[in-house]
């Protein structure tokens, strides 16, 4: 009786592909110039009035909400007072609806994205009078 031969297999394993993608910044010039600068709040208005106004800006790429159903009222209005626990939003992104905080106190001044618009990273959706 002979035993059976053993022959050694190579097997190249699939490339592993990250589920993430990388994460790139890209910031307009503009913003980067004024992060260079100090300034940390977006672009200066032209208007004096709107010199202490900070943005509230997307933390993630998605779809803009004001209210959390169709039927329900809205999280904010302009001339709503905020601290910085208050609910500003729901953005949309992969299905998941994410709860945006104000993470200041303050008075909304404007808002300037209209409900279902989709948002880019960094993308400024409001405007608030810290307080």
Known sequence: GSSPQVIPQVVAMPPVISAVPPVVSAAPPAETALQASGKSNGVPSASSAEDNLVEIVSPIVGTFYV?????????????????????????????????????????????????????????????????
Request: net charge negative.
């Open 67 to 131: 209210r959390p159903s169709p039927t329900a009222e809205q999280f904010v209005e302009v001339g709503s007072q905020v601290d910085e626990e208050t609910v500003v939003c729901i953005i949309e992104a992969m299905k998941v609806m994410n709860e945006i905080k104000s993470e200041i106190k303050g008075t909304i001044k404007k808002i300037l994205v209209s409900d279902g618009q989709s948002l880019e990273y960094g993308q400024p959706m409001f405007l608030v009078e810290p307080g």
